[in-house]
């Protein structure tokens, strides 16, 4: 009798750590610096959205400092500085979070509702952007995706 509970506390302790660890390793995860790049190939021209996130530890606040470069066929070349916060909220997974924007403030640059240049902006800055974002830890760094697509790496804030 002694044995069967020691092992069914093991095992509950097990189990409730799979669901406690997001919540208790986050305020001490440490700040986050990402940097972002993605590019749209378009037939009348190409587009790079090169950005990068900070969020800070213990915070449900982020902030994308990017530039977007319209460039034409023909080589020229016009950027666009964009500067944005966001409030996020998270849902925790046994192998992942939610990562939800619930408000996005415009600091600087282009509306994401400019039908010509919104949808390059970082979809992480849009309000009601939603997805599962998974995380994978590679030697020291952290690298965040999506499922099997590890995508951002968090480096130390540089300020």
Known sequence: MKVAFIAASCLLMMFLGWFSLPYLLQPFSGDCRSETLIIYDEPERTVISHGYWDIMRGSREGHLNAYL????????????????????DYTYHIDSLTASTKKSFRIAGPDTQDPLVGKYIDPLADEKFSARIYLFKVGNQLISGFHYRPLNRCMKPTF
């Not at 319209?70 to 996020?88: A, C, Y």
């Open 69 to 88: 470069a319209f460039i034409s066929p023909q080589g020229d070349e016009r950027k666009v500085n964009v500067d944005r916060t966001v409030n996020l």
